[in-house]
């Protein structure tokens, strides 16, 4: 099972565990993760799950759909290469641990 560590501005940290065919954004929802909100339910229409994937790890998930890429212009946080929507973050069962970032803001 995949855990995700969501690292917060302050250093501070929260691991939580991933369940099969969840996405990271709901893991975080459910868990009480501050600052991911995911608005829209993953729906692909608010951009409140942005996250930035430890940069190591870019290369270990899927890369975005056109779609996500395009939703990404969209955060209010500040965009870097490794931006992510938590919400396209899923079926990650060959990767033990994800290490995401949550950014300054997310509205
Ligand atoms: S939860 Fe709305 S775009 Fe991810």
């Known amino acids: 099972m995949t855990r995700v560590r969501f690292v917060q501005r302050d250093g501070s940290e929260k691991c939580v565990e991933l369940d099969r065919d969840v996405s990271v954004m709901l893991a975080a929802v459910r868990n009480g993760v501050s600052g991911i909100d995911g608005e829209c339910g993953g729906c ?12 190591t790890q870019a290369s270990s998930v899927l890369p975005p759909s056109d779609e996500e890429l395009e939703l990404l212009s969209a955060v209010s946080g500040e ?29």
């Open 44 to 55: 692909l229409d608010c951009a409140t799950c942005h996250v930035y994937v430890d940069a």
């Open 79 to 107: 965009r870097r290469p490794n931006s992510r929507l938590s919400c396209q973050l899923k079926s990650l069962a060959a990767i033990d641990e994800l290490v995401v970032y949550v950014p300054e803001t997310q509205s």
